[in-house]
């Protein structure tokens, strides 16, 4: 942790709040990342004075100087967690400890000033005291965080910014699957690649999700949900599948075992992803961080000794994959239905995050409203 001492905010509630009426309407059905809620949080670094100018304010559009050097050269980054209702009425964050090393990690990664993480803690907290009433209560309803910093000083000579703007905003956030947890079909991206060793693949930037866009639109045009991405060395290693780390479901030896790939360096090291680690053991379930080629993958699809396969992330938990396409065939996991394990693990953290099960790993921050 930091020794910084903890920032004073000055607090300018809104104005004009959307009325509750209208609120609860926006939360009936959030869709996600559409709506925001009253405020935001802000916080300016500079060179010579450091974090000052932390705000609670009225959500609002920024004004920027079209020289600001993050519209220019990418140097940025974000986080995403969920604030999620308790049955007592209560609200309770997922692992916000988590998201904030993670979130000073990927500063260092893009040259960026590291906010203390009891301050990143500090912005969560403030943002839900004002605007609680945000959090929904549906089940699999949530309400999204979305932490951001960029380079906001101006000038188009590549620099190390002297200037720089956290932001945090917060968004409603609705069931990620419709119409109950349903596979998704993914595409075996082999031409482009996400991330490289010695690259930026293991910071949040929203560079390295820009540079993924193309891959996913031919994933579309291939009927495909999204893209797994393989190392970019070989294009042999399973590495992620979109915006979410890539776990397998093996049955060597009649013992369900989780497995993922190990953090090379070019995967985002998500807490999803450590945290059914975790869970999977709780289980009685073994857990492997090892690489998984793609000849595995499919073989083991055969076979029968890789039995399930999802993605994981704050978003959705778990995607469920019922089929792989490429651009040499495909195959079909688990006969294209969400696997039992899979929903065994993504109901366990869906419980602790809900307040329905206990937390022995103390993943939950709950506000004091
Ligand atoms: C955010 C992200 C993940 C998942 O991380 P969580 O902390 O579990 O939400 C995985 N891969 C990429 C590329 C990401 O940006």
């Known amino acids: 942790m930091s020794t ?23 939360l009936a059905s959030p869709g996600f990342g559409r709506a925001f809620t009253d405020h935001m949080i802000s916080i300016k670094w500079e060179v010579e004075r450091g974090w000052y100018d932390a705000e609670l304010r009225p959500y ?16 940025g980054i974000f986080e995403g967690l969920k604030a999620y209702r308790q049955p007592d009425g209560g609200v ?20 960026l000033p590291e906010l203390p993480e009891e301050t990143f803690i500090e912005a969560i907290d403030l943002l839900l005291q004002h605007d609680h009433a945000w ?14 910093m ?6 188009l000579g590549v620099h190390l910014g002297g200037e720089v703007t956290f932001l945090l905003i917060a968004s409603p956030s609705g069931s990620y699957f419709k119409s109950g947890v349903k596979p998704v079909t993914v595409w075996l991206e082999e031409k482009y690649t996400r991330a490289a060793p010695g690259g930026t693949g293991e910071a949040k930037a929203g560079g390295n999700y820009a540079g993924g ?33 890539l776990c397998l479901i093996s049955n060597k030896g009649g013992r369900p075992t989780l497995v993922t790939s190990p953090l090379t360096g070019t995967l985002l090291p998500g807490v999803t992803r450590d945290s059914l680690l975790k869970l999977a053991g709780d289980l009685g ?12 993958w499919r073989d083991g699809c055969a076979d029968g000794s890789i039995a399930e396969a999802f993605a994981c992330g704050t ?36 419980s602790i995050q809900r307040g329905t099960a206990p937390d022995p790993h103390h993943w939950m921050r709950k506000l004091q409203l």
């Not at 300018?12 to 209208?22: C, G, I, L, Q, W």
């Open 92 to 111: 309770a964050v997922f692992r916000p400890d988590a998201n904030a090393a993670r979130f000073r990690r990927s500063s260092r990664r893009m040259a």
């Open 135 to 148: 959090v929904p209560s549906a089940p699999d309803h949530s309400l999204y965080l979305r932490p951001f």
């Open 213 to 245: 866009l193309i891959a996913q639109a031919q994933a579309a045009r291939e009927g495909c949900d999204d893209v797994v991405w393989l190392d970019a060395a070989e294009h042999k290693w399973i590495e992620e599948m979109g915006g979410m780390n």
């Open 315 to 350: 978003a959705a938990v778990i995607t469920p994959i019922g089929e792989v396409r490429s651009a040499h065939g495909g195959w079909k996991i688990s006969g294209g239905a969400a696997g039992p394990i899979s929903m065994k693990l993504r109901e366990a953290l869906v």
């Open 150 to 155: 960029f380079a906001s000083d101006v000038g």
């Open 285 to 296: 379930y073994g857990a492997e961080e090892r690489r998984v080629s793609v000849s595995e």
């Open 4 to 26: 910084v001492a903890g920032i004073r905010f000055k607090v300018t509630p809104t104005k004009s709040p959307v009325p509750a009426a209208e609120r609860e309407r926006r």
């Open 60 to 75: 609002g559009p920024l004004s920027l100087d079209p020289g600001t050097v993050f519209l220019h050269y990418a140097q």
